[in-house]
Nanobody, 119 residues
Framework: QVQLVESGGGLVQPGGSLRLSCAAS????????MAWYRQVPGKQRELVAA???????NYAGSVKGRFTISRDSAKNTVYLQMNSLKPEDTAVYSC?????????????WGQGTQVTVSS
């Protein structure tokens, strides 16, 4: 069984920073792509940033230059450093990982962590 556990969300003022973490645990043989998504009520979930196991990254246009995704393969952890936060970044952020576990490859999701940007 595989679990993804996020941490690091919270309330921050506009212009502030937060760092999200997502740690994968369980019967993991290999982790491929890892990504962060976000969703606000009434809207579709959107991809924020993704990183391959080779370190290639891509970002949503709305966060490019402000957010940085990284991963520590030894810790099975992906991070999202969020700087210059704006009220429109308020959302539930969830991590996603494509994981080879025992005999299958599946997509796994974390439970989500709330990020609120407000003065």
């Amino acid at each position: 069984q595989v679990q993804l556990v996020e941490s690091g969300g919270g309330l921050v003022q506009p212009g502030g920073s937060l760092r999200l973490s997502c740690a994968a645990s369980g019967s993991i043989r290999s982790i491929y792509n890892m990504a962060w998504y976000r969703q606000v009520p009434g809207k579709q979930r959107e991809l924020v940033a993704a990183i391959t196991n080779g370190g290639n990254t891509n970002y949503a246009g709305s966060v490019k230059g402000r957010f940085t995704i990284s991963r520590d393969s030894a810790k099975n952890t992906v991070y999202l450093q969020m700087n210059s936060l704006k009220p429109e970044d308020t959302a539930v952020y969830s991590c996603n990982a494509r994981i080879f576990s025992i005999a299958t490859i599946d997509n796994y999701w974390g439970q989500g962590t709330q990020v609120t940007v407000s003065s």
